[in-house]
């Protein structure tokens, strides 16, 4: 008797043959690894802490903002971390627990400038002492989100208008081409400049830089430039 034949969708032929590739698929895996980990680096990477037992009250920095004066010290804006650890460890009522890195992207250490990599700082500091792999553990969070969310904005614009016009043709196709043509002629570079220069960042509550309207101008920005390409091929498709 002959032996059933199965389909296999599009995606799994294309996906199976990339396997096959195993240097890119193996990198694949990393990365995709390396972005999920990303999203815990407030508790992995940082110079908050995330539990503080102080004088009998439990306090937890990595969800909110203390001022220094909330632990006995007489410093501006929020607290040392490290310092109230160190101090607590010495002789205090309490206990400090830190991030296994714990040093902040942001954070300025002026007298640790440009840092030789060791085991407090292991990629070193730059010209201001921030912390280098801090830096970039951040960094990468942010560049992969921002493409990921250029990608989807993108071709979700550009698959919906290049649908239409395929499927619509005639006058509005033509119109809608010359359209696309003139927004692309648009100077992109110049547009992103002077429009992010502009606009502040927007600050949470507890003054935590972590949502930055600049971030999600550059985006959208990004976004409506880069869907005319997919269009096209839509176009063509329909």
Do not use: C
């Amino acid at each position: 008797s002959a032996v059933p034949m199965t389909s296999v969708s599009v995606f799994k032929q294309h996906f199976n043959r990339f396997k096959r590739i195993k240097r890119g698929y193996y990198a694949f895996v990393i990365l995709i690894a390396a972005y999920a980990v990303s999203f815990l680096l407030p508790v992995l990477v940082g110079s908050r802490a995330l539990l503080v037992r102080y004088h009998g009250s439990t306090y937890v920095p990595v969800l909110r903002f203390y001022p220094a004066s909330e632990f006995g010290s007489n410093e501006l804006g929020e607290a040392n971390y490290r310092a109230l650890k160190a101090r607590l460890a010495s002789g205090g009522d309490g206990f400090v627990l830190m991030p296994p890195y714990p040093y902040g992207p942001t954070e300025v250490l002026l007298t640790r400038p440009f840092a030789r990599p060791s085991l407090d700082h292991v990629f070193g500091t730059d010209d201001r002492g921030r912390d280098v792999f801090a830096r970039l553990a951040y960094g990468f969070n942010i560049s992969m989100t921002f493409s990921l969310l250029v990608l989807v904005i993108s071709y979700a614009v550009g698959v919906m208008l290049g649908g239409m016009l395929g499927y619509f043709g005639g006058k509005f196709d033509i119109l809608g081409q010359r359209g696309i043509e003139i927004w692309s002629s648009l100077p992109f570079l110049y547009t992103v400049i002077i429009l992010s220069s502009i606009v502040t960042p927007v600050y949470t509550p507890d003054h935590a830089p972590l949502l930055q309207r600049s971030f999600w101008l550059l985006v959208v920005l990004v976004s409506i430039f880069s869907w005319m390409g997919i269009t096209y091929y839509e176009i063509g498709r329909a």
